[in-house]
């Protein structure tokens, strides 16, 4: 049994109106360390499908299980992610890495120093006692991943967490993101709409479909690429060999 | 050359702003001496009635003996007293049942109707029902100045609550947050804004229960010496009561204004 499970989900979303499925038999395998994108448009159930294995929302059918238990019993195992940082403003940016920690009852001493030892590695010194609207977009995406990773999560969930960026700064997230989880030896998922994105982070993508959303079809990125930074990749000549492949899949998901 | 123009326009537009200020502040104090000159000329020569809109003269002096013989300064006090206790009480209450609707969705699908009610029905009107429960004194009146603003505080509020970003919540759950953690960490410091702008709009309400509570009353405060003033035919103490009242009034409300822009800075 792999290390994550999606076995059969089905999810619809009901209103008084209507009966929308979100998600129509959707099975993956994740091996612990990999990095998995789900690529498709909006709309192809990404976010439902992160919602879900997060234990956020129960699906219709079927069942997650992270390490064979059923996710719904360890949902704290897992960090999300999110489009914008959400860091609360109210709160210094001490107060908002420590935040996990501080609502699972783990705030040890030592825990606090492996957390601020994080923030400093993320190149963000002495900006413990600022508020969020002190720092930019990119170094406060940066406090959210330090937030994220503070509670030690078993598996990350990135929702599109750089498409809210500039260009420059996103290429250097990227990088750090990646860097980060690959030397803690994270599981990761990321969501996003962006083909160059995927291929240069992942190890694998899934192409959605939507209406209903459902698993199109799954790319295996070569060695060659996994090993690069995501800066680098995008600068291989695989790189473009990849897209071009997937491209054509997502022009024939639109053609139809 | 350039830099010395620039330093001199812009002493110009600083004089210009100033000399602006001087005059709006230059019309307020005219006004302000007009009105109560007026007042005076009009109450002597008789071109109203005096007995009924007294003079500024015949105020002030009442002013001087009212503080001499102590009244005035204890029933401003009583009052001032009950619409502080009342406006923070409102304002406290308001908020625990918004936050009681914010934890059951269901009570708040039920409860929907009866806030709408509630709001609509003119409090003043709970006056002698409130007398008569909680017997006449400073409870009751207190009661009166909390009342009228719970309703709408509850509203406004409960509002805020359900405005609050559901992508902070989303944070908190994955973190495990229980309800109480959610509302702790994002519901209330979210809305904590919203809360202190409408603790500014109660002071004034319970202004109005507070002075109808002791109308009803009767016995003690600022409220108090209007009724008498009136039942009496002494206009001259309805005046000065209407005056104290305007000035602690403003004042509080300028205190709450304070308050805020402090509380506020400093998030």
Not at chain 1, 33 to 38: A, C, D, Q
Not at chain 2, 133 to 152: F, Q
Not at chain 2, 156 to 179: C, H, M, S, W
Not at chain 2, 207 to 221: D, M, N, Q, R
Request: hydrophobic share 45%; proline share 4%.
């Amino acid at each position: 049994m792999s290390f994550l499970e999606i076995d059969h989900v089905h999810h619809t979303y009901f209103t008084k109106t209507s009966a929308t499925t979100a998600l129509s038999d959707v099975s993956i395998d994740i091996e612990e360390g990999e990095f998995i994108s789900f690529l498709g448009p909006s709309g192809c159930g990404k976010t439902t499908l992160l919602s879900i294995i997060a234990g956020l929302i129960q699906p219709t059918q079927g069942k997650v299980y992270l390490e064979k238990n059923p996710i719904d019993q360890s949902s704290y195992k897992i960090g999300y992610m999110l489009q914008q940082d959400y860091l609360f403003p109210w709160k210094t940016i001490e107060d908002n890495i420590l935040l996990g920690l501080k609502l699972s009852d783990q705030l040890t001493a030592e825990n606090k120093q492996y957390t601020l030892e994080l923030l400093s590695k993320m190149g963000l010194n002495g900006v413990e006692k600022q508020y969020p609207k002190q720092l930019s977009g990119g170094m406060r995406q940066r406090v959210a991943l330090v937030r994220t990773l503070a509670t030690e999560p078993k598996i990350l969930m990135l929702d599109e967490p750089f498409s809210a960026l500039d260009y420059q700064t996103k290429l250097k997230l990227e990088d750090l993101v990646s860097n980060t989880l690959k030397a803690f030896g994270k599981t990761a998922i990321l969501v996003t709409h962006d083909i160059g994105e995927s291929i240069a982070m992942s190890d694998r993508v899934y192409l959605f479909a939507a209406n209903p959303g459902r698993v199109h079809k799954v790319f295996s990125i070569p060695d060659e690429l996994r090993k690069l930074t995501p800066f680098n990749a995008r600068n291989h000549e695989q790189y473009t060999n990849i897209f071009q492949m997937i491209w054509k899949e997502v022009e024939s998901l639109y053609a139809r | 050359m350039q830099d010395n123009q620039t330093n001199l326009l812009h002493q110009k537009y600083i004089d210009s702003l100033k000399r602006e200020k001087k005059w709006v502040r230059f019309y307020q104090i005219l006004i302000f001496i007009l009105f109560f000159s007026l007042w005076e000329l009009a109450s002597q020569r008789n071109w109203v009635d005096p007995l009924i809109f007294s003079s500024p003269s015949k105020i002030f002096g009442l002013l001087l003996t009212k503080i001499q013989d102590g009244t005035l300064i204890a029933n401003t006090g009583i009052t001032l007293m009950e619409t502080v206790f009342g406006f923070i009480l409102g304002t406290f209450l308001g908020t625990l049942l918004a936050a009681i609707l914010w934890w059951s969705p269901f009570l708040s699908k039920v409860l929907d109707p009866y806030l709408v009610v509630l709001n609509s029905m003119p409090k003043v009107a709970l006056g002698p029902i409130l007398i008569v429960a909680l017997s006449p004194g400073l409870t009751s009146v207190i009661a009166m100045g909390a009342i009228i603003s719970i309703i709408i505080t509850t509203i406004v509020i409960y509002t805020a609550f359900k405005e609050v970003d559901p992508n902070y919540l989303k944070v908190l759950q994955t973190f495990g947050a229980t309800r109480l953690q959610c509302f702790r960490e994002a519901i209330l410091p979210a809305c904590f804004p919203t809360i202190i702008s409408t603790l500014k709009v109660n002071v004034g309400l319970s202004w109005v229960g507070v002075i109808v509570g002791e109308f009803l009353v009767a016995s003690k405060g600022l409220g108090y010496m209007i009724i008498y003033g009136f039942q009496v035919f002494n206009f001259t103490l309805v005046l000065l009561s209407l005056l104290v009242i305007a000035v602690f009034a403003t004042l509080m409300y300028q205190l709450v204004d304070y308050i805020e822009k402090k509380l506020i800075k400093s998030q």
